[in-house]
């Protein structure tokens, strides 16, 4: 692929694409002022008012704020305010762990409150039989290019966010790896693409400083040195999730928890789209109207790519009994969280802390439940990292990874991304937040490698990014070859394949990592045939950039638009073709970039709906 310059001088003679001026002049103009900022403070002054007493408990006003406060290359003052005095207080809070854990817990918790109200308040229009409530953009996903699109457009438009998790920052909050995209910024304007110097992981609009991803380098980060000497940082996953999670309680107007949309139910109607939700914990369904609705749901679930049937059999039974553990730990832990939570909001005496640790010790009990796992995939670490970190409150007595991080051995099936941050894990170099108590297992467990080539720690470096340098360790070993079948024992796992020879070959190991795929089924194809007309969406400047129908306001974007690469705008197309990219087009930088330019193309073409700030109305 060449060396780092090599790539940067490539990268920008096709840097045209990223250049988003034209459309922040568009909808600047659609505006007719004041400045984005202004209306953008104005919506987050109104969304922090109910944190107005946590504010107060940390001390505020003991927050240092530089005068002058420095300001970075690219500096734009009609996306940012020098004065901004929000930057310093979250500068502060993504700083200290403590602090960060506590702003995380008021922000769930108010996001439940809420959530629940917003759902009873659906619940009671369709018991009353009235009209659907409707919403005015509605936003189906939670992730990075949810929030991005949020800091957009909710300056200017009431936003409401539907997701199936239970937490808004989407499965960035449960996944303690160091994740695949740099969050270094050097230029606020320059290009939005790898090397080049601009926001390549997009969680807000490419001009915003604050709350930007750079925020999170202040925080625990693994560097790499690069060919050229220079180093790059990789921050951990959860970090990003709460970042996103921050920005997007400071943008959008409402989220619902736990709802999955039933996309083959989606319906044109000539009140707006009618949206039906399932609720992942109980079944029910309701619906809303909406005026406009946003897909960022992401490429898909974890499926296996192994062909046998047994085989695919397994991987689905692991995973739904896993879910049903889960379903049935969670409802038994409800009430003892809710009991906790009122307890933490009193004075500390003694017999106050008696019952928080007996409610402790009987939360971690109820964990124990949830049945060992011999087959893993990275949903399972994410969905027992969500049990641990949320709802048994980082309980090192409930820490649900032991037994793999202590086991004697593992097979990994797969020979990815997704395989080789599962082995950080395991290895104990992934974040500190991986780990009880934050200190790495000193266990390291043998690892036998599927589906890859190189046999040396030497010959894996040579062939994949220096990100992974570590991975081939001095006690792990390959096969070549791709698993064929893996299949449970009484206290281990079989793997399967057929060597060079054509000789059936056996493996048997403690756990096996299954790191194969994903299921790639873009919601498009579940949507009701020949209800919508369904096209690829282009920006202002002609530029493809999502499918939808617009005249009908569904945007379907990011990866879950599931675009070719024959299909992306030209330049492009020639970074794909001249670095030697395989065909992935669910990275963020390349979703980041499109998704930024259908949002900023919409906000440009439709008239505010919010009222419109005073100017100069800042916190």
């Known amino acids: ?34 400045d984005f ?99 005015s953009i509605v936003i189906i996903g939670g992730g990075p290019l949810t929030c991005l699109v949020a800091s957009i457009l909710a300056p200017f438009h009431r936003v409401t966010v539907i997701t199936d998790q239970r937490r ?26 790898p090397t080049q110097g601009g926001p390549t992981t997009h969680v807000v609009n490419s001009r915003q ?113 896993l879910d049903e553990d889960l379903l049935m730990v969670r409802g038994q832990l409800a009430p003892l969280r809710k009991e906790r939570r009122q307890l933490e909001g009193v004075p500390t005496t003694p017999r106050v802390r008696k019952r928080l640790q007996e409610i402790r010790r009987e939360m971690a009990q109820i964990a124990k439940k949830v049945r060992p796992q011999r087959v893993w995939t990275l949903t399972a670490i994410q969905k027992l990292y969500e049990l641990w970190s949320y709802d048994l409150d980082y309980d090192p007595g409930a820490y649900p990874f032991t037994d793999i991080l202590y086991a004697e051995s593992i097979g990994f099936i797969g020979d990815g991304n997704t395989m080789c941050v ?17 200190s790495s297992p000193a266990g390291r467990p043998r690892a036998t490698l599927y589906n890859v080539q190189a046999s040396t720690p030497e010959k894996f470096n040579e062939q994949n990014r220096r990100r992974y340098a570590n991975v081939f360790t001095p006690g792990t070993r390959s096969i070549p070859d791709k698993a064929t079948w893996y299949e449970l024992q009484e206290t281990s796992v079989e793997i399967v394949h057929y060597d060079a020879d054509g000789l059936l070959r056996r493996n048997t190991f403690g756990f096996l990592f299954d790191a194969t795929g994903l299921d790639r089924k873009p919601p498009e194809s579940l949507l009701y045939r020949g209800l919508f007309d369904m096209v690829d969406v282009k920006d202002l400047e002609s530029n493809v950039v999502a499918r939808g129908d617009t005249k009908a306001g569904l945007y379907i974007a990011g990866s879950a638009a599931d675009l070719e690469i024959s299909q992306l705008p030209g330049d492009l197309q020639a970074i794909f073709r001249e670095l030697k990219l395989s065909d992935n087009t669910i990275s963020l930088w390349l979703n980041g970039l499109l998704v930024e330019r259908m949002v900023l193309s919409i906000a440009a073409t439709r008239p505010p709906t919010r009222r419109r700030p005073l100017t100069g109305n800042r916190y």
């Not at 970075?72 to 003052?77: E, L």
């Not at 808004?168 to 693409?193: H, K, M, Q, T, V």
């Not at 399932?278 to 897909?295: M, Q």
């Not at 599962?422 to 934050?438: F, H, L, M, Q, V």
């Open 209 to 321: 400083v604050y709350l930007n991803v750079d925020l999170l380098l202040k925080g625990e980060t693994k560097t790499v040195t690069c060919d050229d000497g220079s180093t790059v940082q990789y921050v951990p996953g959860t970090a990003l999730g709460d970042l996103i999670a921050t920005n997007m309680v400071l943008d959008i107007d409402e989220c619902l928890l736990g709802q999955r949309v039933d996309f083959s139910r989606l319906r044109r109607t000539q009140d707006g789209l009618l949206v039906e939700m399932v609720d992942a914990s109980d079944g029910t369904r309701r619906t809303l109207l909406a005026d406009t609705v946003i897909c960022l749901t992401g490429p898909g679930r974890e499926q296996t790519k192994i062909a046998d049937t047994k085989t695919r059999q397994l991987h689905g039974r692991v995973a739904r009994e």
């Open 37 to 135: 900022v202004v209306w953008q403070q104005s919506t987050r002054q109104e969304h922090l008012q109910i944190f107005a007493q946590f504010f107060e408990q940390i001390g505020v006003n003991d927050t240092p704020q530089p005068t002058p406060r420095p300001l970075p290359a690219g500096f734009d003052r009609r996306f940012n305010d020098p004065a901004d005095p929000i930057a310093p207080i979250f500068e502060r809070i993504f700083g200290d762990a403590r602090l960060l854990r506590r702003w995380m817990k008021q922000l769930d918790e108010h996001i439940e409150r809420t959530s629940n109200l917003k759902l009873d308040e659906i619940d009671l229009a369709a018991r009353s039989g009235q009209r659907p409530v409707r919403k």
């Open 422 to 438: 599962a082995k950080e894990i395991i290895d104990g170099t992934a974040p500190s937040c991986a780990y009880r108590n934050g």
């Open 168 to 193: 808004i920052g989407g499965d960035w909050r449960n996944s303690p790896f160091w994740i695949n995209s740099s969050c270094a910024i050097s230029d606020f304007s320059a290009p939005a693409l």
């Open 1 to 34: 692929m060449g060396t780092l310059s090599e790539l940067k001088r490539i990268i920008e003679g096709y840097s045209g694409i990223a250049d988003v001026s034209e459309l922040l002049k568009k909808l600047l103009d659609n505006i007719s002022g004041p």
